[in-house]
């Protein structure tokens, strides 16, 4: 392992972060417009953020707690788990309305879709399953037994198996999506979550925050290849779009972990603000952003030269990190200032900061008819 390479929080370096352009709409029906959906967790609502004027233009009562937010890459529809009520709520993205409640099972924490949009998976930590949810239909189609306290999960690429983390025994369930079983469970490190499966469907990469490691595990004979060294409680994994590089957040060290995924080694570790979270890379794989929750900041760091761009003050304890599609704005969730960071990519500064409801949790973004 390479010694620790500088990723503080002072300015270096002039490269611009990368930009795409100011506009927002949408170019193939200029009649759509990007809004932000952002599920509040205490106040039980989700704030609707025009994309375009960065002002809010609704808010919207949903079930108790809502946490994980999707959008539907197929209809107009948000997708929303409310772990207090146990339900998956289902948002008209353009008349703002809830239209159908679905019952799920105890304390729902993490949502996925699959890849054709259809079918959603829901975790239910509270009682060691998980929902298989017809988002057409709007009904439980069937639930997998899965470990205990499932968190994550992820669908492969090829949409053949879902990959289920399950924090209360140091497992990950793989389940066979043809049949909705469950084939095995693999033993991973301690209080396994954040995953990545790499593109190409042959290997899986969980975060250990009680074992402060990554484990690898190949998906085509189900067996662990290894354990790589983390920094302390690593929450968060962001690949680079060429798979080549996995970034791994350590918030308890106060570092970043670079992955070599070819090789399965660790390449490098970085020092970073206090308490780094959440990451997100650029489409070009030339960027890594990240958030500092303990020194309310956020992060951009040249992916080749590892040096930081920026480091921009945003709101108190700065969570969940999202790119705007055209990559201009990165929008932050402050989950104790209650607001949401528009950074703006290009002049490297906060933008301005939008009032949200209490300990915002998720965020999506769907293009829905202008009329909103």
Request: one cysteine or more.
């Amino acid at each position: 392992m390479k010694g620790f390479g500088v990723i503080g929080l002072a300015l270096a370096g002039s490269v611009l972060w990368t930009c795409c352009g100011a506009g927002h709409r949408d170019a193939a029906d200029p009649a759509l417009r990007q809004y932000a959906f952002i599920s509040n967790e205490q106040s039980d609502t989700v704030t609707v953020v025009d994309l375009e004027t960065f002002q809010v233009r609704h808010t919207v009562p949903v079930g108790k707690n809502p946490t994980r937010i999707i959008a539907s890459p197929i209809r107009s529809e948000i997708y929303v788990v409310n772990t207090g009520s146990e339900t998956l709520a289902v948002l008209n993205a353009d008349s703002l309305k809830v239209e159908s409640t679905i019952p799920l099972g105890r304390s729902p924490s993490s949502l996925e879709l699959s890849n054709d949009g259809k079918t959603g998976y829901v975790t239910n930590s509270g009682s060691d399953d998980l929902s298989v949810v017809d988002l057409i239909e709007r009904h439980v189609r069937t639930t997998v037994v899965t470990g205990r306290e499932p968190s994550q999960a992820r669908v492969s690429s090829d949409g053949k198996l879902l990959v289920v983390s399950n924090r209360g025994d140091d497992t990950i369930s793989i389940v066979d999506l043809s049949r909705f079983q469950k084939l095995v469970d693999v033993k991973v490190g301690s209080r396994p979550g954040p995953m990545v499966i790499l593109p190409d469907n042959s290997q899986l990469f969980v975060g250990n925050t009680g074992s402060n490691n990554v484990s690898v595990v190949d998906l085509k004979s189900f067996k662990l290849i290894t354990h790589l060294d983390s920094g302390k409680a690593p929450m968060d994994l962001a690949l680079k779009p060429d798979a080549g590089e996995l970034f791994v957040t350590n918030s308890q060290s106060d570092s970043v972990t670079i992955v070599n995924t070819n090789a399965d080694e660790v390449e490098e570790n970085l020092m970073a603000g206090s308490n780094p979270g959440r990451a997100v890379v650029n489409q070009e794989g030339t960027i890594l952003y990240y958030s500092n929750s303990g020194s309310n900041a956020v992060s951009a760091v040249d992916i080749y030269s590892r040096r930081v761009l920026a480091s921009v003050s945003v709101g108190t304890h700065p969570d969940l990190l999202v790119l705007t599609p055209d990559e201009r704005y990165l929008l932050v969730l402050d989950r104790q200032s209650n607001d949401l960071a528009v950074v703006d990519a290009v002049a490297k500064t906060l933008f301005t900061l939008v009032p949200l409801g209490l300990a915002p949790r998720d965020l999506a973004i769907k293009a829905v008819t202008s009329k909103l």
